[in-house]
């Protein structure tokens, strides 16, 4: 059985665009068997890490000085094999999100190694996750909105020397529904993200045909610019 915890750090949880194109993801999941464990970063209430001492690795290993929800992410990440952070497009996350990713560090072994350039740490021996992915929907047209929210999942992914799996990128995410309900083009890309996490299980990683038919443009951007309004 592959454990995976979800991480859905969008305000509006399910009614949101992020819950949109994260249901399907999930049910891909499951379509191959994933025991999938849903958080709302909304819903927990995470102190921000802020003893300054990184006294979870010095004084008591593993172990954060605040007993908040971080202690039961802290058990189901411990169990999964796979960790998925979906998210909308903030400067670069939003909050309750950044407060989580910084509080994983309780999870690292304090050995530093100086690889390829960069200082990483590693999993703690108690923690099994092997990849990390990122499922986001961008407000604005182009899929380059996503670049900076990315590049924090793939330093926190490298930092714990865990294989980064890929993002799904879903651009101009309000075209995909309107007030009838999602369009049949939109319907088309929520079955390519379905597909993609059948991947993720099957091979630990996306394929680059179905990356772009996630993130296929679907109205063109002068036209998107005008419903922005
Ligand atoms: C504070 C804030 C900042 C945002 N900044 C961006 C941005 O820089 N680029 C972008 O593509 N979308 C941006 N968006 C739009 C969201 O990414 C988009 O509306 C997202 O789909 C919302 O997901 P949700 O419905 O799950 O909350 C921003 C939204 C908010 C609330």
Known sequence: MVRVVVINASPRKDQGHTGMILTPFIAGLEDKGAE??????SELKVKACSCGHLYCWHKTPGECIYQDSMTKLYSAAKNARILVFASPVYSPTPGDLQNIINRFVALLDPVLEFRNGRTRARLRADVQIEKVALVSGSGWWEKENVNLLEHVIKEFAGNASITY??????PHIYALRTSEGITPEGEKVLSAIRQAAGELMETGEFSRGI????SRPLVSREVYEEYLG
Do not use: N
């Open 211 to 214: 990356l772009d038919a996630v």
């Open 165 to 170: 799996a890929g993002t799904i990128v879903r």
């Open 36 to 41: 999938v464990d849903l958080f709302y970063a």
